[in-house]
């Protein structure tokens, strides 16, 4: 029987893009911005616990996307956190780091835990601990190179790089390896975001992010 943890990695590398959203957002405004981005269809996003609402967005969101979108939290630092995080109907954690103490506790409830890593160690101890899917962070300040050269000896992990990815370099991180990718302001730029233009942002990702992974598999 497959878990719910595998479920959610499966349904995040079939669709490839977490739309992140952090920063200080009214209520209505991250209902619309979760309204766009299941209009795109980008059907993974991520609130921040940094940001405003987070927590009441997240129970909103969930209401009103129903099973149509995976809604998940980021920034979870603490256990505490994480639990209340999943009260309010989170289904699926990010760390900007590596907390085992999260990572026990996410996988005691099912939930697909995404821990931050950066070096070749800190890939091993996630992994080791039973994460199969990986944030890397910050990917803006390495590029897709760097995860060319992580994934030759690692390459039964799964990458989530997150950071300064754009429709410019989104195809090399295909390339590169990566089964999904984290973006945030190059998809949703801030509360003054019109609708219209999270839509047609979204899908420009998603063209490049499809277009560069058949392109890898030819």
Request: proline share 5%.
């Amino acid at each position: 029987m497959t878990s719910n943890i595998e479920q959610t990695a499966n349904q995040i590398k079939l669709g490839g893009i977490i739309a992140i959203i952090r920063g200080d957002y009214p209520m209505d405004k991250l209902i619309e911005i979760g309204d766009a981005l299941l209009a795109a269809p980008v059907l993974a996003m991520e609130i921040t616990l940094n940001s405003s609402n987070a927590l009441d967005a997240i129970a909103k969101l969930r209401e009103r996307a129903g099973e149509n979108m995976l809604v998940g939290v980021g920034t979870v630092r603490t256990v505490e956190q994480a639990s209340a995080a999943l009260e309010a109907g989170a289904q699926f954690t990010v760390a900007p780091g590596f907390n085992p103490a999260v990572v026990a506790y996410t996988q005691t409830r099912d939930i697909l835990h995404l821990p931050g890593v950066f070096t070749p160690t800190e890939v091993e101890t996630a992994f080791a601990a039973g994460c199969r899917i990986l944030k890397l962070f910050p990917s803006g300040v390495i590029g897709p190179a760097y995860l060319k050269a992580l994934r030759a000896p690692l390459d039964n992990v799964g990458f989530v790089p997150t950071g300064n990815i754009s429709v410019d370099n989104i195809a090399q991180y295909v390339q590169a390896g990566a089964v999904a990718v984290g973006i945030g302001s190059s998809l949703i730029s801030g509360p003054e975001a019109s609708m219209a233009e999270i839509i047609t942002r979204a899908r420009a990702l998603q063209a490049a992010w499809e277009i560069a992974k058949i392109q890898a598999t030819n």
